[in-house]
């Protein structure tokens, strides 16, 4: 499990930096700031945003990760002091939203055991490009609770956040984790006349 919670904290960095504008090369990849004064560790923000075909229309949808600072602070397994962290997602086509909500830990304390909320918080969240592939009806983004230290050997749980277009959702434990396009483009299915 570690390395699937490195690997989604590691695809949502390598999603930030392809923007096509090139970037002074980057000798170490930092995920975590912190505070000088407190040594309390935050995890750092990241947005990422793109179309995609659902029910053959095209939509926007934007994930939006970042730490906490008015929340209660919570120790790891290690005794190191982190922030809590939240998930923020939109999606909309043309003016109209279709939903738009902020996740934190609790919102899946009906998936992960209460012991390991209380020395947990949400470290990452993506895109589900794989189970797109399967159902073209509805989005679906992995958002994952876990040790917020990514050298942890602790668990994570990679929870599917299901958004129908309607705007209803569901949260079940994730299956199939591919939360990247292998190349730009792949987000967007041929088979389906987009309007």
Known sequence: MKTLKTATILLAFVAMACTGEKQAPVSERIVEDVDPKTGIISLRKYT????????????????????VDSMPVLMNPQGLEYHESRVGIKIWRDDNKVFSKTFYKSNFCDHVPDEFLKTSTLVGVNYNFMKRDTDHSAFYFIITVGDPDETSDNMAYPLELK???????????????????????????????AV
């Open 48 to 67: 990422l945003s793109d179309t995609i075909t659902v029910g053959g229309k095209l939509y926007n949808y934007s994930c939006t990760f970042e730490p």
């Open 163 to 193: 958004v129908a277009t309607d705007g209803s959702f569901t949260v079940k434990k994730a299956e199939n984790l591919e939360t990247e396009p292998l190349h730009p483009g792949l987000n967007i299915d041929p088979s389906e006349d």
